[in-house]
């Protein structure tokens, strides 16, 4: 068949976190159809023709409830699209009912949901999501340039055991807990075992690029657990009301929070899935030290990883591996050469299957292929589209590093004063920060 031109908008702030980045390349790349990777907030400016393309794809960079990326007037002009439209999407657990609506009146016609299968209609509720074509995706692929990186040996890697992971909310429930839980425990473990360690949970000591490639590359084994939920907040409501809790008290241990707001519904509903993370680990033969887990049916444990129990009982044996290249070195191989260098798992092999449904469902949609000025229109588009993001996104980035500042200021209070007196100093900025942050967004990039 001929090739379909198709659009993907996408939010193009977004692009400077590399998941995102090779998620959005993918398509432009490997794609056997033309891709038009476009900024939303561009495209809207521009007043984009889109129903001059075949398919129309919708991001998971986009949040369709929010105005700040999906305009309403833009709105319309999707909803007019008479192609069918492909909606990815991620953080499945976050306003359930808003997003449904926005699907809904977008006129979404197949969702790539990253959720376990068996819960995914546990989600999506609504009666007309039974004519919604449902693709199973995960949060990301193998970024195959990483199997053929050049990466230090096992021996020679510096950091035994390396870890980032943000606080997440209370609100997304106990199993989200896992990912700081993981890191505060066994940093605090290893110093008991001599290890080498460069273990944080704060979101000021986050890496990204090309340096967080380098550092899981310098590490001889790696932290995780599942990305997920167990709190569905359907309404959103829970949301604003945990975090506001949690400004105003934030040492608030996470069982209150449970007690007070998560209504009973705690692990009802469990999203538990694979991080892109475990894919770069496996590619830069790293040894992947986690909590057990189903990993989306990708990974095994003591074939891929080694599992560290939850309370961390077995300790002493996980070391053993870490400390013995002899132990850690066939699992390290079995996860490259079965995981990392598996096509089952790469992005071609994503892309290729993204190709089938759009044909599939174009072919369904009895839309008329697209002109031949289509493809100059779209390639114009891109390029305007870019120009008018560039501003939007100069302010974002200012906000984050904004944000970025007042976390390493808190680590160079823990580093240079004892705890009794930096951490009410701590707790006094986080109070004024709590008003501030969203303040800074605001007035840098514009209302959620």
Known sequence: ??????????????????????????????????????????????????????????????????????????????????????????????????????????????????????????????????????????????????????????????????????????????????????????????????????????????????????????????????????????????????????????????????????EGRDRDIVINVISPRCFEAAALRTLLVLYPGTYSNVLEPNRHYVPLARDHSNMGEVVDYIRDPNRAGPIIDRAFQEVASAPRWTFSSFIKGFDQVAEDEHARSGKAPAGRETADYLSNLRARAARRARPRNFKLRLANQVLKATFAAERGLLKALPLPVAKPLIEAGRAVGGGIKPLVRRLLVGSP
Not at 128 to 134: A, G, I, L, P, Q
Not at 232 to 243: L, N, T, Y
């Open 1 to 262: 068949m001929n090739r379909l031109q198709i659009i993907l908008l996408y939010d193009s702030a977004a692009m400077l976190t590399g998941t995102i980045r090779d998620h959005v390349n993918a398509f432009e790349t490997m794609s056997r159809h033309q891709v038009h990777a476009i900024d939303a907030n561009g495209a809207a400016d521009e007043r984009a023709r889109l129903d001059l393309a075949d398919v129309l794809v919708l991001h998971y960079s986009l949040v369709i409830s929010s105005t700040r990326y999906i305009k309403p007037e833009f709105a319309k002009t999707i909803t007019a699209f008479s192609g069918p439209k492909i909606l990815f999407i991620q953080d499945e657990y976050r306003w359930v009912d808003r997003t449904s609506d926005a699907a809904r009146n977008l006129g979404v016609s197949v969702i790539y949901t990253v959720v376990n299968e068996e819960v995914v209609r546990k989600i999506y509720r609504a009666p007309w999501f039974n004519n919604v074509r449902f693709e199973q995706t995960l949060t990301g692929y193998v970024p195959e340039a990483l199997c053929a990186r050049v990466v230090p040996s096992y021996q020679d890697r510096p950091i035994d055991v390396s870890y980032r992971a943000r606080s997440l909310p209370g609100w997304l429930g106990d199993f989200a807990q896992e990912k700081q839980r993981i890191g505060v425990r066994f940093a605090r473990d290893a110093q008991h075992h001599g290890l080498n360690c460069d273990i944080e949970t704060s979101e000021g000591a986050r890496i990204y690029g090309d340096d967080w490639i380098r550092f899981v590359a310098n590490s001889k084994a790696v932290l995780g657990s599942e990305s997920g939920a167990s709190f569905i907040d359907f309404s959103g409501e829970v949301q604003k009301q945990v975090e506001a809790f949690e400004r105003a008290h934030p040492d608030t241990p996470f069982e209150e929070v449970q007690r007070r707001f998560l």
